[in-house]
Nanobody, 127 residues
């Protein structure tokens, strides 16, 4: 299994970014996927999850309305659109694979429901 994130970088407050994660080594459309982030000096923080077919999405309360998760199963790619960025969004963003097709396992077990992780992409929000 390989998960490769891209799209991070330096962005000004109020700006937008779209993160991508290309998956390989497993049947992408058999599994739910997730985004997790880690701010400097802080712990891992779940951001969002999406079901295998993209019909069920789930967000942490602090990103609702600003972040949108999506997937293109034909391209084996997961996305995270991030809008209205603030300095508090500065973090390494990780793409992770769920151990199940839906979002239920992550809803119930959190990070324990994720079995593979990418290496992350750094998002820095600064003027």
């Amino acid at each position: 299994v390989q998960l490769v994130e891209s799209g991070g970088g330096l962005v000004q407050p109020g700006g937008s970014l779209r993160l991508s994660c290309v998956a390989s080594g497993f049947t992408f459309d058999d599994y739910g996927m997730n985004w997790v982030r880690q701010a400097p000096g802080k712990g891992l923080e779940w951001v969002s999850s999406i079901s295998w077919d993209g019909t069920d999405t789930y967000y942490a309360e602090y990103v609702k309305g600003r972040f949108t998760v999506s997937r293109d199963n034909a391209k084996n790619t997961l996305y995270l659109q991030i809008n209205t960025l603030t300095s508090e969004d500065t973090a390494v963003y990780y793409c992770t694979k769920s151990g199940a097709p839906d979002t239920a396992v992550v809803r119930s077990t959190g990070l324990g429901g994720m079995d593979y992780w990418g290496k992350g992409t750094l998002v820095t929000v600064s003027s």
